[in-house]
């Protein structure tokens, strides 16, 4: 450019005038452009990121939401099994009893292992008819103010009779009628028939007392009748008998569930599909606002019959994650750069000004210094877009990545709380890095708490499973580290610090580093104290009388042969002793069964009391008990042992408010003197005890040879009777029975005589007691009757058309299926013979028995006529309100009162009372052994009715008796 093309000043004046006229504001438009059209780039760039982060989040919400609703399926599950638990426990034993089911809850724990759960209960179904014996036999069971409420006369009731733990609370809720509810009626009516689970609408728990109420509902299980058939609606009604429960209160139930992220969102859990106010069961924010919640999901679910909703709701904490992260990043990056781009151009424009101003003064070199400048200023400005467009692009790889190791970290985190088994990560040198939640729970430790050690030894006593203590050195992690391998199923014994003890099965990894050598130790571990605690409860049910607390059989056993092999190796003797408590079935059968386990369990204590330490004390069965005396330095130690037993035995046993008088037979055997196996050696006591038995009870005898021989006696007295009838040994006579007003004789009793073909004659007091004991009193006892009836028939039909001939039923046949009484009665019938011709004399032990099918049979022998008659009366019970209740037509005074008959004898006035007694029952009187005619004289002036003894006739043949 040539000078001359410069302008003149003058021009220079006046362009430079009307440029800054003209550029006075395009500095600052020029920057508010770039700043606006910048900002509304990194607007569009945060609101891409932002959304992306939404569905991140609301993708992660849901998982949460369908995880909670899986946990809560879950466990309504796992609680329903609970209950079927306990219905098991009724199928296989409809007779449980109250402590039985309270120690099956407790080992639940139901506490510890499954919130919310109030307890687990068994409601009975009680008929109007029923209701004072239900409440009665509930109020014996220890329950002195039981009472079914709300009153009101209804046809059934549904009582709460168990609820189990019983603390205050579920004791108020003893004696409900839960049926009287609606709510409640619903679901029991669905469990019942259905057969399945079935669980209320939302109720009200009456253990409820007004203090933190939460919503409740409850689960029912329905009680069948185990031997009835339950496949159709009408067989279930019928087998049904009342139901398994458990009452929840839902704000425990769902603590410890959990979500993705604690505290961000608000979960409500409403029964149906409705979410009505009125059918919420849980609100973990009741009052919050959640109109303005970004994330919302409903859940449906079906339990046990009835359709539960989840609604999880977003809280602000949770939403603003939204706007966390690579939003901000992108927020601030794009800002920053912005307004650093926009200073930089305001800063040229403003440049362009100054040199219009000095533009009069400039020559055409500095127009071109000035153009040149501006290319390299573009250029510039290229190169640091450029830069910063590659500074945006590592800046958001970089907050992907780190997003990305974020998120890894977290799922990682996640799932390692989320494994139910503890997990510890050791290196090393032992030291603790890192613990998840569940080996916090199950050590009572934390990692932080546990920092600076090197094993658990460090922090609690650890024991292996037979009690010694772990050396540091063997712990698995240890053992991993120094041998390179891992370890299996290492069981330890934890103490921890609360002092509370733990069993945990421990498995470990190792993990190498790039070297080969051992980077860290991964140890899994499982709590397996309930395993333990289950298998220890299985071995002492196994080898431990329920009841006493005493070895059972197997583990008598087992005691016995061990002291056996101590024995041989001392040279020092053993005794066995055999024991029985006398009369004990007087107790059972007179203040019944829940008396009579009081009395065993007072007896075991006892017995504990009168050995040593060393010694066993266990118990077999009913009332028989074994004792082992090990190493006996001398033998004399037995009879002070054997005599402090027959004390402390006969010494009143207090129970309740009642006293019982009791003793024991014991029977003593030595080891190795009298036999060398188990077998034997009990044989042998048992052979001893009989003879303290025969002798009169109340005392102890050593075996003999000559017991041996006894049972040996007996045992070939029971084989012949089992041919005896066969071969035609028995016979029958009769005795006369004779009325002592007319001296007639219309009445006789039918006795059995065994004739032995190389013995003779065998008294029926000899073989009838093991005629008993075989069961072979049965058969014997249907040939006397078909002998006697036939006999009778003739009789009848001959010359003594209303003769009566009475039989003698023992107990046994009473007892067995084999002998019922209708055979009598179809008998008798075939043979045309009225039943009153037949009358059967019993004991009056018999009638004491709590046991339907004699009273059954005794109804059976009413209805078809045969007359019944109470034999031996006065040497027994004595049990006189059963005479009225039995319908009992006679009774025989016992011979020992009629032995030594005299006028104003203490018999005769015996005698008198029971005659008078009986006559104002409108009983007839028959007396035993009569023999003189003082005595018969002496009868007949107080009323006695009948006689029957040798003073009439002996008891004869019946063809002898004819002649009569």
Not at 61 to 84: D, G, H, I, N
């Amino acid at each position: 450019m040539q000078l001359q093309d410069l302008p003149s000043s003058t021009e220079l004046a006046v362009s430079a005038t009307a440029a800054q006229r003209r550029t006075s504001l395009s500095p600052w438009l020029l920057a508010a452009l770039m700043l606006f059209t910048s900002l509304a780039l990194t607007w569009l760039l945060w609101h891409v990121a932002r959304e992306e982060n939404f569905d991140s989040l609301h993708g992660e919400f849901q998982s949460a939401s369908r995880e909670l609703s899986q946990r809560l399926e879950q466990r309504m599950a796992t609680y329903e099994q609970v209950l079927r638990g306990a219905q098991g426990l009724y199928f296989a034993s409809q007779e449980v009893t109250r402590r039985e089911f309270a120690e099956y809850v407790r080992a639940l724990r139901l506490e510890e292992n499954y919130p919310g759960v109030q307890g687990v209960g068994i409601a009975e179904v009680v008929r109007r008819s029923e209701l004072p014996a239900h409440v009665d036999a509930i109020r014996r069971e220890g329950i002195p103010n039981y009472a079914i409420w709300p009153a009101g006369e209804r046809a059934i009731y549904t009582a709460i009779t168990r609820l189990e733990p019983a603390d205050g609370s579920n004791k108020r809720a003893l004696g409900y009628d839960m049926f009287s509810d609606p709510t409640r009626r619903q679901a029991m009516e669905q469990a019942r028939d259905t057969g399945r689970a079935a669980i209320s609408a939302k109720v009200r728990l009456v253990q409820e007392l007004g203090v933190d109420e939460q919503a409740g509902m409850l689960m029912y299980l329905p009680l069948y009748r185990p031997s009835m058939p339950t496949g159709t609606l009408e067989e279930r009604r019928a087998a049904f008998y009342g139901w398994i429960y458990a009452p929840f209160r839902m704000h425990d139930l769902m603590a410890g569930l959990g979500v993705a992220r604690p505290g961000d969102v608000n979960i409500r859990l409403f029964d149906s599909e409705s979410v009505a106010e009125e059918n919420k069961l849980f609100d973990s924010s009741p009052g919050r606002d959640r109109s303005a919640a970004l994330m919302h999901s409903v859940e449906m679910m079906n339990i046990a019959g009835r359709t539960w909703t989840l609604a999880v709701d977003s809280q602000p904490q949770f939403d603003a994650a939204t706007g966390r992260g690579k939003p901000v990043y992108m927020a601030t990056a794009g800002i920053a750069g912005s307004l650093l781009l926009s200073l930089l151009i305001f800063l040229l424009a403003s440049g362009r000004v100054r040199a219009a101003r000095l533009a009069h003064d400039m020559t055409l070199e500095l127009r071109r210094t000035r153009d040149q400048l501006e290319v390299r200023v573009q250029e510039r400005t290229a190169d640091l877009r450029a830069t910063n467009s590659a500074l945006n692009k590592e800046i958001t790889e970089r907050r992907k990545i780190e997003a990305d190791l974020f998120a890894s970290r977290e799922r990682l985190a996640s799932v390692f709380d989320a494994v139910s088994d503890g997990l510890v990560v050791q290196a090393r040198d032992g030291s603790f890095i890192e613990l998840n939640r569940a080996a916090e729970g199950i050590l009572g430790l934390t990692a932080r708490q546990m920092e600076g050690g090197r094993s658990l030894s460090d922090f609690m006593i650890t024991v292996h499973e037979d009690g010694s203590l772990f050396d540091a050195a063997l712990h698995p992690s240890s053992m991993s580290v120094a041998t390179g391998l891992p370890q299996r199923n290492v069981v330890m014994g934890l103490v921890r610090p609360d002092r509370s003890q733990r069993w945990i099965s421990i498995n470990t990894e190792l993990l190498f580093d790039a070297t080969g050598e051992v980077d860290l130790v991964v140890s899994n571990f499982s709590d397996v104290t309930d395993k333990k605690a289950s298998e220890e409860l299985i071995w002492h049910q196994a080898n431990y009388d329920a009841l006493t607390g005493l070895p059972n059989r197997r583990l008598f056993q087992e005691h016995l042969e061990t002291e056996m092999k101590k024995s041989e190796r001392s040279q020092l003797p053993l005794a066995l002793m055999f024991l029985d408590l006398d009369r004990f079935k007087d107790v059972n059968d007179t203040l019944g069964h829940d008396i009579g386990d009081v009395l065993l369990k007072e007896a075991a204590h006892r017995l504990r009391s009168c050995v040593r330490a060393s010694d066993t004390v266990a118990r077999l069965g009913g009332d028989e008990f074994t004792i082992i005396l090990s190493e006996l330095d001398s033998l004399a130690h037995i009879a002070v042992v054997a005599q402090n037993i027959l004390h402390r035995m006969s010494e009143p046993f207090k129970l309740g408010i009642e006293s019982a008088y009791v003793s024991a037979s014991v029977g003593i055997t030595l080891f190795p003197q009298d036999a060398t196996d188990i077998d034997t050696l009990l044989k042998n006591a048992d052979q001893a005890m009989y003879s303290a038995k025969n002798q009169g009870r109340n005392r102890y005898r050593y075996f003999t040879e000559s017991m041996q021989q006894a049972t040996q006696a007996r045992m070939w007295m029971a084989n012949e009777l089992r041919t005896a009838l066969s071969r035609g040994q028995f016979q029958l006579v009769y005795q006369p029975i004779v009325d002592l007003v007319t001296g007639q004789v219309y009445k006789a009793e039918a006795l059995i005589r065994w004739k032995h073909p190389t013995r003779g004659f065998i008294d029926p007091s000899v073989f009838i007691p093991i005629a008993e004991e075989t069961g072979l009193i049965v058969e014997i006892g249907e040939w006397v009757f078909r002998e006697v009836a036939a006999q009778v028939k003739h009789w009848r039909d001959h010359e003594r058309r209303s003769f009566q001939v009475s039989i003698n039923r023992s107990p046994v046949q009473f007892r067995t299926r084999t002998g019922r009484t209708d055979s009598w009665t179809d008998f008798l019938r075939k043979l045309g013979v009225p039943g009153q011709s037949i009358a059967v004399e019993i004991t009056e032990g018999l009638l004491l028995e709590p046991n339907a099918m004699v009273v059954d049979q005794l109804a059976e022998l009413r209805e078809a006529g045969v007359q019944v008659s109470l034999d031996d009366f006065g040497t027994g019970y004595s049990a006189l309100s059963y005479l009225k209740k039995f319908d009992i037509d006679s009774l025989k005074i016992d011979q020992s009162f009629v032995r030594n008959l005299e006028a104003n004898s203490e018999d005769m006035a015996l005698c008198e009372a029971i005659i008078v007694m009986a006559h104002k029952l409108n009983i007839k009187v028959i007396a035993e052994g009569v023999e003189t005619e003082q005595q018969r004289r002496l009868l007949a002036d107080v009323g006695c009715d009948f006689a029957q003894g040798y003073l009439f006739s002996r008891p004869v043949p019946a063809d002898q008796f004819e002649l009569l």
